[in-house]
């Protein structure tokens, strides 16, 4: 079993670093009122798929079938978050898979019409993140949407810290001090120069320097609302 997936396995059984909450994250709240505000409310329209690139205990997947209506698949390395995932789907149009995001994903092309990579292909080496994006694009629909969220350098003095003490195999990646695995950070350049190839990049915003006595206290994160454009659907 790979380190990553034997931490949150470990996690999911007993948590020790992490408050893993049953409340879906703040950020994809956030992201679907701007779609009902926007352009986007035929993404989260009853019936649509949605699939979940580390779902974890599926917290998302359950709010947006509670919401919105919509069909629902998860992935996650972690056995014990995809059972705590089925016991709490219940009757609801979801579906979660005990599995890795290499490769193929396993779904028709043009098959998702919403795709959420919260905090999960950072640990993939850059050819992986590139068939990732690469499989992403394939499944989802014309006017689909990607929602991601991952680590952010920029201002991180805590992420200059592990790239510093701990150096990757690869630029910008960081072997994890307790998990053991290489994790990339992004900065918005590079964020935009991967994902434009793809997508229409809607939005981007980092969360703030939170700091503390003047030091850090929690990573920095980015967020970007991912769009596979219309022309695409030749």
Known sequence: MPNHQRFWEHEYKRPTHFS????????????????ERNDGKHVLYRGNTVLDLGCGNGRNLLY???????????????????????????HLPLEFHCRNITGDLGLPDRSVMLVLDMMTSHYLSAR????????????????????????LAEGDLHAERLLREYPGKEPYTYIH???GVPEYVWTEDRLRAFFEQKF????IYKSHKHLSHGKPFRRRTVVAYLEKPWEMAT
């Open 64 to 90: 947006l079938a509670k919401q919105f209506k919509v069909r629902g698949i998860g992935y996650d390395l972690s056995n014990t978050a995809i059972t705590q995932s089925r016991i709490k789907s219940g």
């Open 177 to 179: 001090p307790k998990i």
């Open 200 to 203: 229409r990049i809607r939005k």
């Open 20 to 35: 893993l909450s049953e409340d879906p994250a703040d950020d994809l709240e956030k992201f679907t009122r701007w779609l």
């Open 128 to 151: 992986e993140r590139e068939v990732l994006r690469d499989e992403i694009e394939r499944v989802l629909e014309p006017g689909g949407f990607l929602f991601f969220k991952s680590f």
